[in-house]
Protein backbone atom coordinates (compact mmCIF):
# COMPACT_ATOMS: atom_id res chain seq x y z
CA UNK A 1 0.00 0.00 0.00
CA UNK A 2 2.87 2.28 0.25
CA UNK A 3 3.33 2.85 -3.35
CA UNK A 4 0.35 5.78 -3.31
CA UNK A 5 2.66 8.44 -0.84
CA UNK A 6 5.33 9.09 -3.97
CA UNK A 7 1.45 10.47 -5.92
CA UNK A 8 0.42 11.74 -2.50
CA UNK A 9 2.69 14.33 -2.79
CA UNK A 10 1.75 15.92 -6.60
CA UNK A 11 -2.06 16.13 -5.53
CA UNK A 12 -3.67 17.97 -2.88
CA UNK A 13 -5.15 16.20 -0.13
CA UNK A 14 -8.87 16.07 0.12
CA UNK A 15 -10.98 18.70 1.89
CA UNK A 16 -14.38 17.34 4.02
CA UNK A 17 -14.96 20.72 5.78
CA UNK A 18 -17.26 22.02 2.85
CA UNK A 19 -20.79 22.65 4.20
CA UNK A 20 -23.51 20.14 2.55
CA UNK A 21 -26.19 21.57 0.42
CA UNK A 22 -28.88 18.92 0.49
CA UNK A 23 -30.41 20.50 -2.62
CA UNK A 24 -27.76 19.51 -4.28
CA UNK A 25 -27.20 15.78 -3.19
CA UNK A 26 -27.06 13.02 -6.03
CA UNK A 27 -28.73 9.92 -5.24
CA UNK A 28 -29.31 6.83 -7.54
CA UNK A 29 -31.41 4.28 -5.82
CA UNK A 30 -31.69 0.66 -7.16
CA UNK A 31 -30.29 1.82 -10.79
CA UNK A 32 -30.26 -0.87 -13.45
CA UNK A 33 -29.49 -0.63 -16.91
CA UNK A 34 -29.47 -3.50 -19.25
CA UNK A 35 -28.78 -3.74 -22.88
CA UNK A 36 -30.69 -5.81 -25.65
CA UNK A 37 -29.28 -6.72 -28.82
CA UNK A 38 -31.98 -9.28 -30.65
CA UNK A 39 -32.23 -12.17 -28.28
CA UNK A 40 -29.25 -11.26 -26.16
CA UNK A 41 -29.63 -8.72 -22.96
CA UNK A 42 -26.18 -7.25 -21.02
CA UNK A 43 -26.54 -5.85 -17.63
CA UNK A 44 -24.34 -2.94 -17.59
CA UNK A 45 -25.49 -1.97 -13.90
CA UNK A 46 -27.41 -4.07 -11.40
CA UNK A 47 -28.83 -2.62 -8.16
CA UNK A 48 -26.95 0.37 -7.70
CA UNK A 49 -27.19 2.42 -4.80
CA UNK A 50 -25.03 5.41 -3.70
CA UNK A 51 -25.20 9.45 -2.86
CA UNK A 52 -23.12 11.82 -3.67
CA UNK A 53 -22.68 14.73 -1.30
CA UNK A 54 -22.26 18.27 -2.10
CA UNK A 55 -18.31 19.52 -2.39
CA UNK A 56 -17.27 15.45 -2.09
CA UNK A 57 -15.30 13.48 -4.78
CA UNK A 58 -16.80 9.91 -5.13
CA UNK A 59 -14.27 7.54 -7.38
CA UNK A 60 -15.89 4.47 -9.27
CA UNK A 61 -13.35 2.04 -9.71
CA UNK A 62 -12.75 -0.70 -11.85
CA UNK A 63 -12.00 -2.46 -15.17
CA UNK A 64 -13.42 -1.61 -18.08
CA UNK A 65 -16.60 -3.38 -18.43
CA UNK A 66 -17.07 -2.74 -15.06
CA UNK A 67 -20.27 -0.32 -15.40
CA UNK A 68 -18.31 3.06 -14.57
CA UNK A 69 -18.96 5.33 -17.78
CA UNK A 70 -22.67 3.51 -17.74
CA UNK A 71 -23.19 5.25 -14.55
CA UNK A 72 -21.79 8.49 -15.85
CA UNK A 73 -23.97 8.59 -18.92
CA UNK A 74 -27.04 7.62 -16.62
CA UNK A 75 -25.87 10.49 -14.12
CA UNK A 76 -25.46 12.93 -17.02
CA UNK A 77 -29.04 11.85 -18.59
CA UNK A 78 -27.23 10.95 -21.96
CA UNK A 79 -29.42 7.55 -21.19
CA UNK A 80 -32.27 6.60 -19.12
CA UNK A 81 -31.67 3.52 -16.61
CA UNK A 82 -34.06 0.61 -17.18
CA UNK A 83 -34.93 0.08 -13.51
CA UNK A 84 -34.35 2.38 -10.55
CA UNK A 85 -34.38 6.28 -9.78
CA UNK A 86 -31.41 8.83 -9.69
CA UNK A 87 -32.14 12.00 -8.16
CA UNK A 88 -30.35 15.31 -8.18
CA UNK A 89 -31.88 17.64 -5.59
CA UNK A 90 -35.42 18.25 -6.69
CA UNK A 91 -34.57 17.09 -10.05
CA UNK A 92 -35.97 13.59 -10.94
CA UNK A 93 -33.27 12.61 -13.65
CA UNK A 94 -35.05 9.38 -14.36
CA UNK A 95 -38.16 11.93 -15.67
CA UNK A 96 -36.91 14.62 -17.31
CA UNK A 97 -38.41 15.83 -20.82
CA UNK A 98 -35.62 17.26 -23.19
CA UNK A 99 -36.29 20.97 -22.14
CA UNK A 100 -35.93 20.26 -18.42
CA UNK A 101 -32.58 18.20 -19.74
CA UNK A 102 -31.21 20.77 -21.00
CA UNK A 103 -31.70 22.80 -17.51
CA UNK A 104 -30.45 20.11 -15.32
CA UNK A 105 -26.94 20.06 -17.97
CA UNK A 106 -26.13 23.81 -16.76
CA UNK A 107 -25.84 21.93 -12.89
CA UNK A 108 -24.21 18.48 -14.13
CA UNK A 109 -21.33 18.52 -16.58
CA UNK A 110 -18.83 15.52 -17.96
CA UNK A 111 -15.21 15.63 -18.59
CA UNK A 112 -14.45 13.47 -21.44
CA UNK A 113 -11.82 10.46 -21.53
CA UNK A 114 -10.34 12.07 -24.95
CA UNK A 115 -10.34 15.66 -24.90
CA UNK A 116 -9.83 15.55 -28.59
CA UNK A 117 -12.98 13.89 -29.76
CA UNK A 118 -14.73 16.19 -27.04
CA UNK A 119 -13.92 19.19 -28.52
CA UNK A 120 -15.37 20.84 -31.71
CA UNK A 121 -12.01 21.07 -34.67
CA UNK A 122 -13.40 24.47 -35.95
CA UNK A 123 -13.76 26.28 -32.89
CA UNK A 124 -10.76 27.88 -31.17
CA UNK A 125 -10.31 27.69 -27.50
CA UNK A 126 -12.34 31.29 -26.71
CA UNK A 127 -15.50 30.35 -28.73
CA UNK A 128 -15.50 27.07 -26.86
CA UNK A 129 -15.89 28.80 -23.26
CA UNK A 130 -18.06 31.14 -24.38
CA UNK A 131 -20.66 29.16 -26.06
CA UNK A 132 -21.74 27.74 -22.74
CA UNK A 133 -21.64 30.92 -20.47
CA UNK A 134 -23.89 32.55 -23.85
CA UNK A 135 -26.21 29.30 -23.86
CA UNK A 136 -26.33 28.17 -19.97
CA UNK A 137 -25.85 31.86 -18.24
CA UNK A 138 -27.36 34.65 -20.73
CA UNK A 139 -24.17 36.57 -20.82
CA UNK A 140 -23.92 39.03 -23.56
CA UNK A 141 -20.94 38.38 -26.13
CA UNK A 142 -18.71 40.97 -24.19
CA UNK A 143 -19.41 39.46 -20.51
CA UNK A 144 -18.88 35.68 -21.71
CA UNK A 145 -15.65 36.90 -23.53
CA UNK A 146 -14.75 38.44 -20.82
CA UNK A 147 -15.65 35.67 -18.35
CA UNK A 148 -14.27 33.09 -20.55
CA UNK A 149 -10.34 34.69 -20.09
CA UNK A 150 -11.05 34.30 -16.54
CA UNK A 151 -11.71 30.75 -16.84
CA UNK A 152 -8.67 30.17 -18.94
CA UNK A 153 -6.71 31.76 -16.18
CA UNK A 154 -8.09 29.58 -13.62
CA UNK A 155 -7.61 26.46 -15.85
CA UNK A 156 -4.13 27.80 -16.85
CA UNK A 157 -4.26 28.28 -20.24
CA UNK A 158 -1.92 31.17 -20.16
CA UNK A 159 -0.80 33.18 -20.57
CA UNK A 160 -4.72 33.56 -22.30
CA UNK A 161 -3.47 35.92 -25.22
CA UNK A 162 -1.55 32.87 -27.01
CA UNK A 163 -4.74 30.54 -26.40
CA UNK A 164 -7.97 32.47 -27.49
CA UNK A 165 -7.34 32.06 -31.06
CA UNK A 166 -6.29 28.45 -30.83
CA UNK A 167 -8.26 25.48 -32.30
CA UNK A 168 -7.77 21.77 -30.95
CA UNK A 169 -5.36 20.54 -33.72
CA UNK A 170 -3.08 23.29 -31.83
CA UNK A 171 -2.96 21.95 -28.47
CA UNK A 172 -1.12 19.61 -26.58
CA UNK A 173 -3.05 16.75 -24.88
CA UNK A 174 -3.11 18.30 -21.28
CA UNK A 175 -4.20 21.80 -23.11
CA UNK A 176 -7.00 19.94 -24.92
CA UNK A 177 -8.19 18.45 -21.67
CA UNK A 178 -7.74 22.11 -19.76
CA UNK A 179 -10.21 23.20 -22.12
CA UNK A 180 -12.40 20.63 -21.80
CA UNK A 181 -12.60 21.05 -18.31
CA UNK A 182 -12.92 24.65 -18.57
CA UNK A 183 -15.87 24.46 -20.95
CA UNK A 184 -17.02 22.54 -18.44
CA UNK A 185 -17.15 24.91 -15.26
CA UNK A 186 -18.53 27.46 -17.60
CA UNK A 187 -21.88 27.51 -16.72
CA UNK A 188 -20.93 27.15 -12.91
CA UNK A 189 -21.86 23.27 -12.48
CA UNK A 190 -22.86 21.73 -9.22
CA UNK A 191 -21.64 18.24 -10.03
CA UNK A 192 -18.67 17.56 -12.42
CA UNK A 193 -18.65 13.44 -13.81
CA UNK A 194 -15.02 13.32 -14.51
CA UNK A 195 -14.55 9.97 -17.18
CA UNK A 196 -10.81 8.65 -17.29
CA UNK A 197 -10.03 12.57 -17.56
CA UNK A 198 -6.27 11.46 -17.59
CA UNK A 199 -5.74 8.18 -18.71
CA UNK A 200 -5.02 9.46 -22.50
CA UNK A 201 -2.44 11.88 -21.42
CA UNK A 202 1.23 11.77 -20.27
CA UNK A 203 2.45 10.57 -17.36
CA UNK A 204 4.33 13.87 -16.90
CA UNK A 205 1.05 15.71 -16.64
CA UNK A 206 -1.70 13.49 -14.92
CA UNK A 207 -1.45 14.38 -11.72
CA UNK A 208 -1.08 18.40 -12.45
CA UNK A 209 -4.77 18.00 -14.17
CA UNK A 210 -6.11 15.48 -11.27
CA UNK A 211 -4.60 18.47 -8.95
CA UNK A 212 -6.48 21.02 -11.27
CA UNK A 213 -9.64 19.49 -10.58
CA UNK A 214 -8.97 19.35 -6.80
CA UNK A 215 -8.40 23.13 -7.03
CA UNK A 216 -12.12 24.04 -8.63
CA UNK A 217 -13.82 21.39 -6.36
CA UNK A 218 -12.57 23.43 -3.54
CA UNK A 219 -12.75 26.64 -4.47
CA UNK A 220 -16.31 26.13 -6.05
CA UNK A 221 -17.83 23.81 -3.35
CA UNK A 222 -18.55 21.34 -6.28
CA UNK A 223 -19.22 17.72 -6.38
CA UNK A 224 -16.86 15.32 -8.65
CA UNK A 225 -17.69 11.48 -9.50
CA UNK A 226 -13.72 10.94 -10.74
CA UNK A 227 -14.02 7.71 -12.73
CA UNK A 228 -11.04 5.55 -12.80
CA UNK A 229 -8.97 2.37 -12.85
CA UNK A 230 -5.92 3.84 -11.39
CA UNK A 231 -6.50 2.93 -7.67
CA UNK A 232 -3.54 5.27 -6.46
CA UNK A 233 -5.02 8.76 -7.59
CA UNK A 234 -8.53 7.29 -6.52
CA UNK A 235 -6.99 7.06 -2.64
CA UNK A 236 -5.57 10.70 -2.91
CA UNK A 237 -8.30 12.48 -4.55
CA UNK A 238 -11.07 10.71 -3.62
CA UNK A 239 -13.48 11.27 -0.23
CA UNK A 240 -15.08 7.88 -0.81
CA UNK A 241 -14.48 5.26 -3.45
CA UNK A 242 -17.14 2.74 -5.36
CA UNK A 243 -15.20 -0.63 -6.42
CA UNK A 244 -17.59 -1.95 -9.66
CA UNK A 245 -17.19 -5.07 -11.35
CA UNK A 246 -20.07 -5.90 -14.15
CA UNK A 247 -22.24 -3.40 -13.07
CA UNK A 248 -22.47 -4.63 -9.61
CA UNK A 249 -20.75 -2.60 -6.03
CA UNK A 250 -18.66 -4.76 -4.49
CA UNK A 251 -17.22 -2.59 -2.21
CA UNK A 252 -17.80 0.86 -1.10
CA UNK A 253 -16.88 3.39 1.64
CA UNK A 254 -14.48 5.88 3.17
CA UNK A 255 -11.20 6.01 0.65
CA UNK A 256 -8.47 5.79 3.15
CA UNK A 257 -10.23 2.86 4.70
CA UNK A 258 -11.55 0.38 1.24
CA UNK A 259 -7.81 1.38 -0.55
CA UNK A 260 -5.43 1.04 3.08
CA UNK A 261 -7.54 -2.26 4.23
CA UNK A 262 -9.50 -4.06 0.60
CA UNK A 263 -11.40 -6.35 1.88
CA UNK A 264 -12.96 -7.89 -1.43
CA UNK A 265 -11.40 -10.29 -3.42
CA UNK A 266 -11.61 -8.46 -6.50
CA UNK A 267 -10.42 -5.20 -4.76
CA UNK A 268 -7.24 -6.88 -4.08
CA UNK A 269 -6.85 -8.07 -7.44
CA UNK A 270 -6.82 -4.98 -8.67
CA UNK A 271 -4.49 -3.78 -5.89
CA UNK A 272 -2.12 -6.67 -6.86
CA UNK A 273 -2.28 -5.70 -10.37
CA UNK A 274 -0.86 -2.24 -9.56
CA UNK A 275 2.79 -1.93 -10.63
CA UNK A 276 5.15 -0.73 -7.98
CA UNK A 277 8.38 0.22 -8.29
CA UNK A 278 9.99 0.33 -4.95
CA UNK A 279 9.52 -3.92 -4.62
CA UNK A 280 10.72 -6.29 -6.65
CA UNK A 281 10.20 -9.66 -6.36
CA UNK A 282 13.31 -12.41 -5.98
CA UNK A 283 13.41 -12.66 -10.11
CA UNK A 284 14.03 -8.82 -10.44
CA UNK A 285 10.93 -7.77 -11.87
CA UNK A 286 8.54 -5.57 -10.35
CA UNK A 287 5.67 -6.66 -8.43
CA UNK A 288 2.25 -6.11 -10.06
CA UNK A 289 4.37 -7.20 -13.54
CA UNK A 290 3.53 -10.47 -13.78
CA UNK A 291 4.88 -12.19 -10.94
CA UNK A 292 4.17 -12.06 -6.86
CA UNK A 293 0.74 -11.14 -5.82
CA UNK A 294 -1.00 -11.43 -9.17
CA UNK A 295 -0.31 -15.17 -9.11
CA UNK A 296 -1.61 -15.59 -5.94
CA UNK A 297 -4.96 -15.16 -6.83
CA UNK A 298 -5.56 -17.81 -9.42
CA UNK A 299 -9.11 -18.44 -9.53
CA UNK A 300 -9.98 -22.21 -9.33
CA UNK A 301 -11.70 -24.23 -12.37
CA UNK A 302 -15.13 -24.18 -12.41
CA UNK A 303 -16.88 -26.47 -15.05
CA UNK A 304 -19.52 -24.32 -17.28
CA UNK A 305 -22.53 -25.77 -16.29
CA UNK A 306 -22.15 -24.97 -13.26
CA UNK A 307 -22.76 -20.89 -13.67
CA UNK A 308 -25.22 -19.60 -15.18
CA UNK A 309 -26.00 -16.20 -16.53
CA UNK A 310 -27.80 -13.63 -14.37
CA UNK A 311 -27.31 -16.34 -11.55
CA UNK A 312 -24.86 -16.15 -8.18
CA UNK A 313 -21.75 -13.56 -7.59
CA UNK A 314 -20.69 -12.41 -10.56
CA UNK A 315 -16.83 -12.68 -9.77
CA UNK A 316 -17.36 -16.47 -8.87
CA UNK A 317 -15.70 -16.94 -12.19
CA UNK A 318 -12.18 -15.21 -11.17
CA UNK A 319 -12.39 -15.25 -7.17
CA UNK A 320 -9.59 -17.60 -5.32
CA UNK A 321 -12.32 -18.22 -2.86
CA UNK A 322 -15.83 -19.42 -4.55
CA UNK A 323 -18.44 -21.18 -2.59
CA UNK A 324 -21.00 -23.37 -3.08
CA UNK A 325 -23.22 -20.39 -2.32
CA UNK A 326 -21.46 -18.18 -4.82
CA UNK A 327 -22.98 -19.87 -7.54
CA UNK A 328 -26.89 -19.55 -6.40
CA UNK A 329 -26.75 -16.05 -4.36
CA UNK A 330 -25.79 -12.55 -5.17
CA UNK A 331 -24.26 -11.24 -1.93
CA UNK A 332 -25.00 -7.78 -0.69
CA UNK A 333 -23.03 -4.62 0.93
CA UNK A 334 -22.76 -5.66 4.32
CA UNK A 335 -20.34 -3.74 7.06
CA UNK A 336 -20.28 -0.24 8.93
CA UNK A 337 -21.00 3.19 7.15
CA UNK A 338 -17.60 3.47 6.74
CA UNK A 339 -16.63 0.15 4.62
CA UNK A 340 -19.02 -2.09 3.36
CA UNK A 341 -18.55 -5.28 1.21
CA UNK A 342 -20.45 -7.46 -1.08
CA UNK A 343 -18.83 -10.96 -0.54
CA UNK A 344 -19.51 -13.85 1.61
CA UNK A 345 -15.95 -15.03 2.02
CA UNK A 346 -14.55 -13.76 5.11
CA UNK A 347 -11.19 -13.89 5.92
Known sequence: MNQSRGTAQTVATKDSTLAARPDRMLRLEHVSKVYTNRDRSTVAASHVNF?????????????SGSGKTTLARLITGIERPTNGRITFGNWDVTN???????????????????????????????????????????????EARKRAMEIMETVRLT????????????????????????????????????????????????????????????TRNMSVI??????????????????????????????EEVLQNPQHPYTRLLFASVPNPFERS????RKGDGEGEVAD?????????????????????????????????????AGSEAHQTACFWKE
Open 297 to 333: VTPPKIAATTLRTGVGCPFAPRCPYVMDQCMTSVPAL
Open 51 to 63: TVEPGKIVALIGE
Open 226 to 255: YITHDMLSARVLADEVLVLYRGHIVEQGDS
Open 96 to 142: LRPRQLRSYRKHVQMVFQDPFSALNPQNTVLYSIVRPLRKHLGMSEA
Open 282 to 285: ASGT
Open 159 to 218: PVEQFVHKKPHQLSGGQRQRLVIARAIAPEPDLIVADEPVSMLDVSIRADVLELINEIRR
